[in-house]
């Protein structure tokens, strides 16, 4: 091979791993029943939310953690929830961008929630294999003060894995436990094709908000699907990065069906990798255990699309062949000019 044709190969690999260098990431999604905090402050409107406590939350983090409503994430979470979040910061997931999620208030905008059978919903803008567990707090739960571990019941209430998708919604079963009074419920959905893990607070009334002595919060409403469009520009996350019909994927809509055999599932290097159930995701060292009896999935095979476990490699790997590129085509053309 010539120096020249050396150095226009060496050229061509340098750009397209550039290309992959500087791919945007994608978001993936929040609790919309019962409304999360960050998707209620969202759908209020991040310039001028209605509510005192989404003005709060906005005035503590700034307008872009609200356009970026569906990542409130750990990159590398890998099960390990409680090592991660602190006591005090599990709505922002220890993630300083989201602390106005955290502030401690008995008047966050709520869903009214019954004991018993409950259809949840979590809008996906971005789709991915995983398992969601949703945990209520204790009784006595006190939200005028920071939200702990030890809030929490110990078990989670309903667990799922890779549940259907309806109108771009992850929906599932659960059954809610008695309660009374105002509430949250915390929802973990962890991914079975990467380390990434997403976290959502939802503030619950259980029969009537007596409002703690004040007037009882306002009702959590959800951002519509015009919303969600019309604040796709402004926010620093790709939406609908794999949405409904993408042929390249298959992420979208999926239908309740019995799963494929692992070999027909997606391509090479995914489809091949069994799916961890809800129990396996919660093994790492003092993550949530599962309740026994949970509901389970609709045994669909979501999209194992966006970042895996092996990302950060890929990215070091990356950066250092374009070095090494770079290394080359520039001793290719010192070389050419000696020759001449």
């Known amino acids: 091979m010539t120096s020249r044709r050396t150095a226009a190969v060496t050229a061509t690999a340098v750009l397209a791993l550039s290309g992959l260098a500087s791919a945007p990431a994608f978001a993936h999604g929040s609790m919309t029943d019962p409304v999360s905090r960050v998707s209620a402050?969202?759908?209020e409107g991040p310039e001028s939310p209605k509510s005192a406590a989404c003005k709060a939350a906005v005035a503590?983090?700034?307008?872009q953690a609200f356009y970026d409503w569906n990542a409130v994430n750990i990159a590398n979470a890998a099960g390990k929830h409680r090592e991660l979040i602190p006591d005090g910061k599990l709505c922002s997931a220890g993630n300083d961008k989201y602390r106005g999620l955290d502030l401690a208030r008995a008047d966050w905008p709520a869903s009214p929630m019954s004991s018993g059978a409950h259809t949840f919903r979590y809008k996906g803008t971005a789709p991915h294999r995983g398992s969601f567990e949703l945990y209520v707090t204790r009784d006595g739960y006190d939200p005028s003060k920071?939200?702990?571990?030890s809030d929490l019941e110990e078990k989670p209430f309903a667990t799922v894995t890779d549940p259907r998708m309806e109108g771009g919604d992850y929906v599932f079963q659960g059954t809610v436990p008695n309660k009374s009074g105002r509430h949250l419920i915390y929802s973990v959905w962890q991914r079975s094709d990467s380390p990434e893990a997403f976290y959502t607070c939802s503030d619950v009334v259980f029969g009537k908000d007596s409002g703690g002595g004040t007037a009882p919060a306002p009702t959590a409403s959800a951002p519509s699907d015009e919303q969600i469009e019309d604040g796709q520009d402004e926010s620093s996350v790709e939406h609908g990065g794999h949405g409904d019909g993408d042929a390249s994927t298959g992420a979208g809509e999926t239908a309740a069906a019995p799963a494929p055999s692992q070999?027909?599932?997606h391509g090479a290097g995914h489809g091949t990798q069994?799916?961890?159930?809800?129990?396996a995701s919660s093994a790492a060292p003092n993550a949530p255990a599962p309740a026994a009896g949970s509901d389970s999935g609709s045994g669909e095979v979501l999209a194992e699309t966006g970042g895996d476990a092996t990302t950060p490699y890929l990215a070091v790997g990356g950066a250092a062949v374009l070095a090494i590129g770079a290394a080359v085509l520039f001793g290719s053309t010192r070389r050419r000019r000696t020759q001449g």
Do not use: D, M
């Open 146 to 149: 920071p939200l702990k571990w």
């Open 41 to 43: 402050c969202y759908a």
């Open 263 to 265: 070999e027909a599932s």
């Open 60 to 63: 503590a983090s700034g307008t």
């Open 274 to 279: 069994p799916v961890p159930s809800a129990e």
